[in-house]
Antibody
Framework: EVQLIESGGGLVQPKGSLKLSCAAS????????MSWVRQAPGKGLEWVAS??????????LHVDSVKERFIISRDDSQSMVYLHMNKLKTEDTALYYC??????????WGQGTLVTVSS | DVVMTQTPVSLSVSLGNQASISCRSS???????????LSWYLQKPGQSPQLLIY???NRFSGVSNRFSGSGSGTDFTLKISRLESEDLGVYYC?????????FGSGTKLEIK
């Protein structure tokens, strides 16, 4: 059974930092790209970032609104994916989902971790 | 950015009837590799989104055959036949052909 368990969310002040983690299990983690998708309270879904696999040089992609502030990374030895978030803004407040990327879709999702940016 | 326009914004359908949701993209979703990276998701109340359809018309493993996806280029449709109470929630289309990857704004399905 595929499991994605996010952690690291919480309340942070504007311009602060936070590191989200996602522990993956139940599939060949090394063989799949991974992504983060977020959902602001009462709003729709927004793709945030993706990271490819080793054979694709762990290439990363980030939506423009988080470039220069967020960095996605992964540790294949631990089956973990991370989202390092810096210079947080109030508009980054959202539930952050960890997802598996496959065939141009997100077949598996975690339950999400809530990030609240507020003073 | 590719804009994904979903219609209607909401719809109310009686149990046992069919629901249809449209998704139009501002650019063709046909990728240079020949695939059309359009997928559909259902987010039930209080839950994480779940994949229904990928590559425009392929049902994901375990998804009921009451769900079907069709379309090409810029026009796509999700149909839900023989509506059941468990189908209520918000449906999203998503494109993975162009950067940045973008979702539609969602269609809320209610049971009449």
């Amino acid at each position: 059974e595929v499991q994605l368990i996010e952690s690291g969310g919480g309340l942070v002040q504007p311009k602060g930092s936070l590191k989200l983690s996602c522990a993956a299990s139940g599939f060949d983690f090394n063989g799949y790209a991974m992504s983060w998708v977020r959902q602001a309270p009462g709003k729709g879904l927004e793709w945030v970032a993706s990271i490819s696999i080793k054979t694709q040089n762990y290439a990363t992609l980030h939506v423009d609104s988080v470039k220069e502030r967020f960095i996605i990374s992964r540790d294949d030895s631990q089956s973990m994916v991370y989202l390092h978030m810096n210079k947080l803004k109030t508009e980054d407040t959202a539930l952050y989902y960890c997802t598996v990327s496959a065939t141009g879709a997100f077949p598996y999702w975690g339950q999400g971790t809530l990030v609240t940016v507020s003073s | 950015d590719v804009v994904m326009t979903q219609t209607p914004v909401s719809l109310s359908v009686s149990l046992g009837n069919q629901a249809s949701i449209s998704c139009r993209s501002s650019q063709s979703l046909l990728h240079d590799d020949g695939n059309t990276y359009l997928s559909w998701y259902l987010q039930k109340p209080g839950q994480s989104p779940q994949l229904l359809i990928y590559l425009a018309s392929n049902r994901f493993s375990g998804v009921s055959n009451r769900f079907s996806g069709s379309g090409s280029g810029t026009d796509f449709t999700l149909k839900i036949s023989r509506l059941e109470s468990e189908d209520l929630g918000v449906y999203y289309c998503f494109q993975h052909t162009h950067l940045p990857l973008t979702f539609g704004s969602g269609t809320k399905l209610e049971i009449k």
